[in-house]
Nanobody
Framework: QVQLVESGGGLVQAGDSLRLSCVASGRTLSTYAVGWFRQAPGKEREFVTAISRSGRSTYYADSVVGRFTISRDNPKNTVYLQMNRLKPEDTADYYC????????????????????WGQGTQVTVSS
């Protein structure tokens, strides 16, 4: 199994930007599709975005389209989540997740399709 560690969270004001990183170890991340999920206090975990092994395919939740960008640097075993124009409703713990996949263009949007998860990084956006 691949091990994942997120970083980059913090306390920011509405309109600010943050870049989260998800660093993998134990396996080469290039064989995994990766997703980001978030969970706000008192709410269920929700899908944010996903990226295929190759990075050529991405998908975003409606709530973050145009503001968030997922990317990956396979030689660095890292996936990034660039978050711009942050809103208070983006406040949550953010988790990256990975699942081995043979297709270079597939990704997953359901949490149950991911088998490896990081511990999360907290993002707080003040108004």
């Amino acid at each position: 199994q691949v091990q994942l560690v997120e970083s980059g969270g913090g306390l920011v004001q509405a309109g600010d930007s943050l870049r989260l990183s998800c660093v993998a170890s134990g396996r080469t991340l290039s064989t995994y599709a990766v997703g980001w999920f978030r969970q706000a206090p008192g709410k269920e975990r929700e899908f944010v975005t996903a990226i295929s092994r190759s990075g050529r395919s991405t998908y975003y939740a409606d709530s973050v389209v145009g503001r968030f960008t997922i990317s990956r640097d396979n030689p660095k075993n890292t996936v990034y989540l660039q978050m711009n124009r942050l809103k208070p409703e983006d406040t949550a713990d953010y988790y990256c997740a990975a699942s081995a996949v043979s297709s270079t263009t597939s990704y997953f949007v359901k949490a149950d399709d991911y088998y490896s998860w990081g511990q999360g990084t907290q993002v707080t956006v003040s108004s």
